[in-house]
């Protein structure tokens, strides 16, 4: 009889490691507190960033973060009543925007970048859902040449790695998006960047993928995971527990308890991201587009055209400003006119952050046969094939080389 592996969370990066799992003969289980991809694979902006290979704590933030907190519906906010709790993740996060820990960082995340493309054009493939990518690349853009100069390191950085990208101006920008306001007078593009139609969408499509290949769902909240014997034991809030053989956490922003209930303080926070999605048509958007000076991007998608993006850290339970939302949404009128605003969905979801950019990757404290998958970020959908690919390996007693830096313990 195959083992069997649970997975707590089906999101897509659960559902990603499921796709892995059963290819390497695992009997697969998803175990899933909400709906399936209900979480931040709901609404994220549905970017395969594979090119988007430096860390989010990097000096250049630290420059501009006290600037943007100044705003309270501007790109990173921090309601002050959250600030004792998340002190020490901003320590953190400071100490790994230092500039040693920072290369390191991009060396990390360029090699798990590399890993996931390859794994998720293969995951792709084998699922059917090659029908639901969209290449059109991104097109990041700036208001001044010295906002371009500023970006400038990054781009040396990325061109290191051999990542592909075009600065434009005049006639070539307005080739790739036509209608921008002429507040912007450059941009970069990256042709290699790719879409999804819709994440959600996306997702749901792999969970049918996944089940049509044996892979059995759960609903229900885990409250504990631990060994026992030669496995592991979960129990769940309604007090039944299942035993299987091994277990992946791939919970997302849910994830640090059961972490910490397995020995390991993993310094998980919660970005909370607000996107507004308007109907088909709202505007001729031919690319993603980055305003990376205002913290968001705007998407096309085959459920409308989403604005999104901005960093609010305020945890799990406070509840949702969506002035922020709002906030984008003018903004983006601005700078597309002729951006029919009206009739938008909102949004508001959590992204499972580490502060050194990273995810976590790898075994438990208490057990090799409990497997760490969460932490990816503004990156889990990126990252989602790779990180099922690592799991597969670790589970089968395989350790890749991009994986010994990804475990809890580079956090003491």
Not at 122 to 135: F, P, S
């Amino acid at each position: 009889m195959a083992r069997e592996v649970v997975i707590v969370g089906a999101g897509i990066v659960g559902l990603a490691t499921a796709h892995h799992l059963l290819a390497e003969g695992w009997r697969v289980r998803l175990i899933e507190r909400g709906g399936v991809a209900e979480g931040a694979s709901l609404g994220n902006a549905g970017a395969l960033a594979f090119t988007d290979v430096l860390p989010l704590a990097s000096p250049g933030i630290l420059r501009r973060a006290p600037r943007w907190m100044l705003d309270s519906l501007g790109p990173l906010a921090l309601p002050p009543a959250y600030l004792p709790r998340i002190a020490p993740w901003l320590l953190r996060f400071w100490r790994a925007s230092l500039p040693d820990r920072h290369r390191h960082a991009t060396q990390v995340q360029s090699g798990l970048m590399r890993l996931a493309a390859q794994a998720m054009a293969a995951m792709v493939e084998e699922a059917g859902l090659a029908g639901r990518l969209r290449r059109d690349g991104n097109l990041e853009l700036y208001e001044s040449e010295a906002e371009l100069a500023a970006a400038g390191p990054g781009w040396a950085a990325r061109e290191r790695e051999g990542i592909a990208f075009e600065h434009v101006r005049a006639a070539r920008l307005a080739e790739l998006q036509p209608g921008l306001s002429p507040r912007f007078v450059a941009g970069t593009f990256t042709p290699h960047w790719m879409t999804v139609d819709d994440p959600h969408r996306f997702a749901l499509a792999l969970h049918a993928a996944v089940t049509a290949k044996g892979a059995m769902l759960t609903t229900g909240e885990v409250r504990d995971i631990a060994p026992a014997g030669n496995g592991v034991r979960l129990t769940l809030a309604d007090g039944t527990s299942r035993d299987a053989e091994a277990c992946v956490l791939a919970a997302g922003a849910w994830s640090r308890e059961l972490a910490r209930r397995l020995g390991d303080r993993v310094p998980l926070d919660t970005e909370r991201g607000y996107n507004t999605t308007l109907p088909p048509g709202a505007f001729d958007l031919h690319r993603q587009l980055t305003f990376g000076g205002h913290g968001f991007v705007v998407t096309p998608l085959a459920t409308g055209i989403r604005v999104g993006g901005a960093v609010e850290f305020g945890g799990l339970h406070r509840p949702p400003n969506f002035a922020r939302a709002d906030a984008m949404l003018r903004k983006a009128a601005a700078f597309l006119p002729g951006l029919r605003t009206g009739g938008g969905r909102q949004w508001m979801g959590f992204r499972p952050s580490l502060p050194d950019s990273l995810p976590v990757i790898g075994p438990s404290r208490a057990s090799p046969r409990v497997i760490y998958a969460f932490g990816h970020g503004h990156l889990g959908l990126t990252q989602s094939a790779g990180t099922g690919r690592i799991v597969a390996d670790l589970l089968a007693g395989r350790r890749p080389e991009v994986a010994q830096a990804l475990g809890a313990g580079r956090f003491g």
